[in-house]
């Protein structure tokens, strides 16, 4: 049967579906907005000769990349911080700079953090919005967003409580939405969100069917906090009159899963500093919690080495995202992932590759739809040089261009 007007099929050096094996002499059928089918090449052309074709060279044809972490509000801080610090001087100088900044200035950084992201082959990006007021106003994306509400109550739990209940008709749009994309809830960390305010995210993300990020155990100063009452975190959080009840010597961790208040599936975002009882927390989870590492910004603050083989061995989902321009250089994906292996050069570049595409798709409740090419998946899809002289997963974790891009199959 000939195909529809609208099916397009293109074709590449290399396919690389994600969800199957790569195929050599490629390429994929297009309908819309969806992939529709994918193969060989001359067996794409027999199955659809009414379509249109486009032979797009010596390319890889990948699904477009799924950055699970980023801050664009920050977008305009680039090379403004400097990491090997105290964290909470690094915090206290990140705040001073907030405070100078009005609401176009984060509207603009929105939208120049959204059009780099664009650039560099990115089509899904979880972003976290610190400024709730900031919602109505957001900038028409050129990619697929999940705005996370960052909500904090290390102050005032009654503004925090009220900002969260003013965002529902905000969460009731992302639980009905039929598209890619929408929203989910971010109560910052356990030293700047209450018990209670977790709770409350649970009991809201349940019932409108939002997914949950938050940051644990991202700095050795959050860790002296809670177990010691230590620390120049500690300091600074009691000098602005946060509670410090709850630094009874318990991790961030321990707290939130012991008392019941973390959302199953939360995803966690650095996971850097883990003691023995997290550890045997997150075992006896078996990867309910996904685990997102920004790599950069891990070397930014120069951290001690990830402990990547325990989250291997214990088969905890690993994503990558780019954390924010006041601790990275850029939202550069592909430079994500070679930092990612030159951390780890023992690390198959495809585990890479799935860190940034099918993991966080599937860590969203996307499996299938976005991160592979697949009949019936998004048509997000990237084409990158391809010189054949690399196995297909280091010849795209090399690339230094900026992609060909592609969403719901259409190109700008």
């Keep these: ?62 699904p477009g990349m799924i950055n699970a972490h980023c801050h664009l509000d920050y977008t305009m ?67 697929r967003v999940w705005w996370f509400l960052e909500v904090m109550d290390v ?48 009991l809201y993300a349940e019932k409108y069917r939002l997914p949950v990020c938050t940051h644990l155990a991202e700095s050795e100063e959050e860790l002296a906090m809670f177990l010691r009452g230590t620390g120049p975190l500690y300091d600074f959080l009691s000098s602005i009159d946060r509670p410090m009840g709850d630094c009874l010597g318990k991790t961030p961790l321990q ?42 910004t891990h070397a930014f603050f120069e951290r001690p080495p990830f402990e990547l083989q325990f989250f291997l061995d214990n088969g905890i989902p690993l994503l990558l995202g780019t954390d924010s321009l006041a601790s990275n250089q850029d939202l550069n994906m592909f430079a994500e992932m070679r930092a990612m292996h030159d951390a780890f050069p023992g690390l ?20 299938g739809r976005l991160g592979e090419l697949s009949p019936g998946s998004v048509a997000d899809f990237l084409s990158l040089p391809d010189d054949g002289t690399l196995e297909i997963g280091e010849q795209v974790i090399s690339n230094k261009l900026p992609p060909k891009v592609w969403i719901s199959g259409v190109t700008s």
């Design 155 to 202: 102050r005032s739990r009654l503004q925090s409580a009220e900002a969260l209940a003013g965002a529902i008709h905000f969460f009731e749009r992302a639980g009905e939405s039929k598209g890619e994309g929408g929203f989910g809830l971010s109560p910052h960390a356990p030293y700047t969100a209450s018990t209670d305010l977790y709770t409350l995210v649970k």
């Design 1 to 62: 049967m000939p195909a529809p007007l609208n099916t397009k099929i293109y074709r590449a050096r290399r396919v690389l579906p994600m969800s199957h094996p790569p195929i050599e002499d490629g390429g994929i059928a297009v309908r819309g907005s969806e992939i529709l089918a994918l193969g060989r090449w001359e067996e794409l052309r027999g199955e659809h000769p009414g379509a249109q074709r486009e032979d797009l060279g010596e390319v890889i044809l990948m």
């Design 255 to 296: 707290i939130l899963y012991h008392s019941g208040v973390l959302a199953p599936g939360s995803l966690l975002v650095h996971m850097n500093f883990l003691t023995d009882g997290d550890r045997d927390i997150l075992r006896e989870s078996a990867g309910q919690y996904p685990v997102i590492h920004c790599p950069r």
């Design 77 to 143: 801080m680039r090379g403004a911080l400097f990491g090997g610090e105290s964290f909470s001087a690094w915090i206290q100088r990140l705040n001073a700079m907030r405070r100078s900044l009005d609401q176009s200035d984060y509207l603009e950084a929105i939208g120049v953090g959204l059009r780099e992201l664009h650039r560099w082959g990115c089509t899904t990006v979880f972003n976290i919005e610190s400024f709730p007021e900031l919602i109505p106003f957001l900038p028409e994306s050129p990619i």
């Design 348 to 367: 198959d570049p495809m585990e890479i590759l799935r860190m940034a595409t099918t993991y966080p798709a599937d860590a969203i409740g996307r499996r």
